[in-house]
Structure formats: structure tokens, C-alpha cells
């Protein structure tokens, strides 16, 4: 509580700051998820010129010389060894009627995090990485795992960590509502909301590099790239969801429950417009 | 988080000892109850030195004397710590003769941190993580040839370390 | 099963470079639970490095160090194969102890 509160002080400080540059161009005519995508890309490549692209993925830590001191003196023995080794053993673990997660995925779920979230036409809705995890439980008869943390960390960090360097390959099928889907996540993340009045792109988009307490503002480009995540600042993992949820909250705002429509479309936006950027969870994070 | 005063001497009691082993049945695996033949560490471990406030007195109950300044002694910390619950922090030295190494955070509720010895073939240099409850001087004693050096840096702490 | 302890021993020239991560939750003893309630502390105290029948490292922690602590050092001698035994135990009397192979 005490802490969400300063949050939101710092971050009136922040929208005081005039906030320069203009975001990437957001009312296309007719939506051109591609033509969005190198427009982002283009306007981070610009702001940060000296970045290579695959930097972004590092969030905050390529954009300030001491805290990517600090980043690599963790990865020397990073925090989420410990999760990843579970993650791994849970992964190969059969479920009580002897099948496993690999059965639940193609190649055996083994280096495809890049393709996840995708849009299934069949529900015609975007599945997440969590979700399908959830769902193969599920259809093997296991209770599923809560969303945010542990299990679920544990599970995409193994995931990711076999995906590491393969590029984003989020796709966009020729379906109206994969594009609807997208379209979805688009403004939901340019939305302003939550008593601070503030939108996702407030922070990541026009502010990423400045300080906002003590933390320094991840780019919005590459942002999941590194999920799931050991936070410091949590003391252990956690998944897309559970990031979403907290920025959602230190807005002040209402967070939505973890795999809602609104949070599926929202990370098949942020992913489609990473991608070709590689894939570095799991990640470390202040 | 809520920071009280409360030290941890209420450890010793048995009734936490019954409690923390029954949650470490839970993390799985870790062999019980008796307690490890530490053979080599003769050495005991400075349980007095840990309950001091401040870091002289802490150093005191540690080794008996005073450390002067050292520029021999060199001690990396980050300016701004990125999250108070894990500052790396290291120490690497010229001195010859080193025998042991140790941290004080002089704002935390008990200023030594951690205490390293150092037997004769192991090189004088470590790195390791600490929490820091807020900005606060870090400072560094080598122990060498019997005399006490120190190294001290400030580290600012925005988001304090309470919790770890 | 799986250890608390991870190990990374690796000899180059006549020094090993020892680093370990180990899985404690360090509790400080100065926070409270969602509850409102202390978290009694609940902390490593001493973790020893042994070569050769030797200690080759010993630290003394108290409730400052970070959760799952690290740390990393090195010393002389050691060779690829040799073995380094690494105990650790709390204040509550729990322990574990692993040996890990140089490389």
C-alpha cells in the first residue's frame, strides 16, 4: 500500500515532466499491424540511437550504466536459477495419467515461446503461453495453476529459457478477428485509465530511461521478451500476468483477472509489435 | 512492509525451532534436526557481533580494535542501489596477510552484515549481496597481518531492502 | 533431489574461482506478513567451503544478507576433478550440505 502510494506521487512528478517526443503514430485509417510495428520499432531505434535492437530486451538495463552494472554482476548467478531448475524438472514430470506438457505442444514445447501468444481460429480468440499451459493441465485431469506466480514462473521460464535468442514470430492470420484481437490490444494499451489518468504508453512509450522513484522505465519495445521475470522488488518470479496486474495497480487502477480477454489481446499486441526481437527470459529485474 | 525494532533474539526459542522445521519439510529435502558437523569452521560464529546497533560497536565485539582507512582496501558498490533487498557488493585488496573480510551497513537495524575468514592460500577478494534498509554508508574491514583497514562507500537506497 | 545449494567451481592457472547461490529465504526478522505479524527470522549463519579436508572459506551471516544469498571467492590450488564440499546451517538449526566437482 505504502509503497503504491509513493508510486503515484513519483508518477504525477512524472506527467509534470513535459513528456517530449510524440508516441509512434496511433490512428491508422484502416489498421496495418505491420506498418504499426516499424513504426514503433523505428521510433525506439530513434530515441535510443546508440541500442542495438536486441538491447531492448533488457528493459530498464540497457538504458542506465549502473544498473547494467548491477544487472550483470546478477547474471554472474542469476536469481531465477532456482525456478528454472524447477520449471525444467516439472516440464519433464508425468501427469497422474502419464502423459506431460510435451504432448500439449508442437516440437514437445521445446524452443517455441517466439510463437506464443497466437491467435486460434477455432475459438478465435489469442491463446497465451500461461493459458495453453493451464489448458494442458486441465485436459490431463490436474487442477490449474494460479497465473501470477511459482508453478506458472517456474513452467515459462523453462519455456523461455529453451526459446532464448529465437526471435519474436508473433503472427497476424488473414482472419477479421485476429485483427480485431490486435486492434483490441492496441488501445487498451494507449487507454488512459485508473485514477492517475495514466495509459501503458504513458510510462513505456513516452517515458522509458526516466526515473520514476527509484525505478527506471522500461521501453515498451521488447518488454516481454524477458518473461517471466525475478523482481527484487516481489522476491521471486513472475509471469506476464502477474506484471500486467501490478501496472495495472500502481496506476491505480482496477486490474483485470489474469487471461482476460482484455490481457490476451493486450500481450498479442506487445508481442507482434517485438517482433524479430529475441526471446531473453528468464529475466532479472530490479 | 513494516519495519519494527524487534531484534531476532526471539529465535533461540524451541518452539520456533519446531515451526521452521516444519516449513522446510515443505521446501522438500533438506536432511533435519541434527545439526552439521561444521568440522573445519572451528572458528564460532560471532552471534554478539551480529546483535550490535551500531557498526564500532560491532566491530568492537568482532575483533577487539579499531580499523584505520585504507586505500589498499578497494570496495565496489553501485551509487544508487537498484533495489535495497540486493546490493552487490565486493572487496578486493593488496594487503598481504588478510585473515578475514567483513561488511557493515552502518543505517541497518544491526550494522555487520556478513563476516568472511580467510585461511592462508585463499586470495583476499569477495563479492556478495546485501540488503540495505535505506541510503547508508557501506564499510568494508580487512583483517591483516593482526591489524584492522577499512574502506567505506555510500550507497543510495530508494527502495529499501526491509523485506529482502 | 534438488539441493539448496548451487555451485559453479571452475580451476584456471593455479586459482579456483568458487561462486554459490543458495536458496534461503533470509527472513530479517523486522517484517511483517500480509497478517501483520513479524516474520520470526530465519537466516543462514554460517556456510563453509571445504577442499582437501580443508576450509578454504568460511562466512558469518547475519540477517543483512539478500534472500537466496551468493557469494564468490577464490583460492589457491584446486585442480579439474577435485572436489569442494559446501555445508551451510541456520538459525534454526537446519542444514545441508552438498560436494560439487571442480572444473
Redesign the interface.
Known amino acids: 500500500m ?2 503504491a502510494i509513493h508510486f503515484a506521487s513519483a508518477a504525477l512528478a512524472l506527467a509534470a515532466l513535459a513528456s517530449v517526443a510524440a508516441p509512434p503514430a496511433l490512428a491508422a485509417d484502416t489498421p496495418n499491424p505491420a506498418a504499426d510495428a516499424r513504426a514503433f520499432q523505428k521510433y525506439f531505434i530513434d530515441k535510443f540511437p546508440k541500442l542495438k535492437l536486441a538491447d531492448f530486451v533488457n528493459g530498464p538495463y540497457s538504458l542506465n550504466e ?2 547494467h ?3 550483470e ?2 547474471e ?2 542469476p ?1 531465477y ?2 525456478s528454472l ?2 520449471g525444467k ?1 516439472m516440464f519433464s514430470k508425468p501427469f497422474k495419467n502419464g502423459k506431460s506438457y510435451a504432448d500439449c505442444f508442437p516440437n514437445k514445447g521445446i524452443g517455441i515461446r517466439q510463437d506464443y501468444p497466437y491467435f486460434d481460429d477455432k475459438e478465435g480468440k489469442v491463446v497465451t503461453l500461461e493459458l495453453a499451459l493451464n489448458r494442458c493441465r486441465v485436459a490431463n485431469g490436474e487442477a490449474p495453476f494460479s497465473y501470477v506466480k511459482d508453478e506458472m514462473a517456474a513452467l515459462t521460464a523453462y519455456m523461455a529459457f529453451t526459446s532464448r535468442g529465437k526471435p519474436f514470430d508473433i503472427k497476424i492470420p488473414n482472419d477479421p478477428r485476429a485483427l480485431e484481437a490486435y486492434e483490441n490490444g492496441k488501445r487498451y494499451f494507449y487507454t488512459r485509465r485508473g485514477q492517475l489518468n495514466f495509459s501503458c504508453a504513458s510510462c513505456h512509450v513516452q517515458n522509458p530511461g526516466e526515473r520514476i ?3 527506471i522505465l522500461a521501453p515498451a519495445l521488447g518488454i516481454l521478451n524477458a518473461m517471466p521475470i525475478y523482481r ?2 516481489w ?1 521471486g518470479m513472475g509471469t506476464i500476468s502477474r506484471r500486467f496486474t501490478t501496472c495495472n495497480v500502481q496506476t491505480r487502477g482496477v486490474p483485470l483477472d489474469p487471461q482476460s480477454d482484455e490481457y490476451r489481446d493486450l500481450e498479442y499486441y506487445l508481442s507482434y509489435v517485438s517482433n524479430g526481437l529475441p526471446i531473453s527470459g528468464p529475466g532479472a529485474r ?1 | 512492509m513494516t519495519i519494527t525494532d524487534n531484534g531476532f533474539t526471539a529465535t533461540r526459542r524451541l518452539v520456533l525451532q519446531g515451526a521452521g522445521l516444519v516449513i522446510l519439510v515443505g521446501l522438500g529435502n533438506i536432511p533435519l534436526g541434527v545439526a552439521p558437523a561444521l568440522a573445519a569452521a572451528n572458528d564460532k560464529y560471532p552471534e554478539d557481533a551480529f546483535k550490535q546497533k551500531g557498526e564500532a560497536d560491532a566491530i568492537k565485539s568482532l575483533y577487539g580494535k579499531t580499523a584505520e582507512p585504507s586505500d589498499k582496501v578497494k570496495l565496489d558498490a553501485p551509487e544508487i542501489a537498484e533495489n535495497g533487498a540486493v546490493v552487490p557488493i565486493s572487496l578486493t585488496t593488496t594487503l598481504a596477510d588478510v585473515t578475514s573480510i567483513s561488511f557493515l551497513v552502518s543505517e541497518n537495524p544491526n550494522a555487520l552484515a556478513a563476516s568472511y575468514q580467510i585461511p592462508p592460500g585463499t586470495v583476499p577478494a569477495v563479492a556478495n549481496r546485501l540488503k540495505m534498509a535505506k541510503t547508508s554508508n557501506v564499510i568494508a574491514i580487512v583483517e591483516a597481518g593482526g591489524k584492522l583497514y577499512s574502506a567505506t562507500r555510500e550507497v543510495k537506497v530508494t527502495v529499501g531492502g526491509c523485506g529482502g | 533431489m534438488a539441493s539448496t545449494i548451487r555451485v559453479r567451481a571452475t580451476s584456471s592457472g593455479d586459482t579456483t574461482e568458487v561462486q554459490a547461490l543458495i536458496q534461503h529465504p533470509m527472513d530479517s526478522g523486522f517484517v511483517k506478513d500480509a497478517k501483520g505479524e513479524i516474520i520470526p527470522p530465519h537466516f543462514i549463519q554460517q556456510l563453509t567451503f571445504e577442499h582437501d579436508g580443508k576450509s578454504v572459506f568460511v562466512a558469518n551471516w547475519g540477517t543483512a544478507v539478500s534472500k537466496d544469498p551468493y557469494v564468490k571467492f577464490s583460492f589457491k590450488g584446486g585442480n579439474k576433478g577435485d572436489d569442494l564440499k559446501i555445508s551451510w546451517v541456520d538459525n534454526k538449526g537446519a542444514s545441508d550440505t552438498t560436494t560439487a566437482k571442480i572444473l
Open positions: 505504502r509503497s549502473d544498473m552494472k548491477q544487472w554482476e546478477k554472474q548467478f536469481p536459477e532456482f531448475d524447477m524438472e522513484r527509484a525505478e527484487s522488488e522476491g530490479p
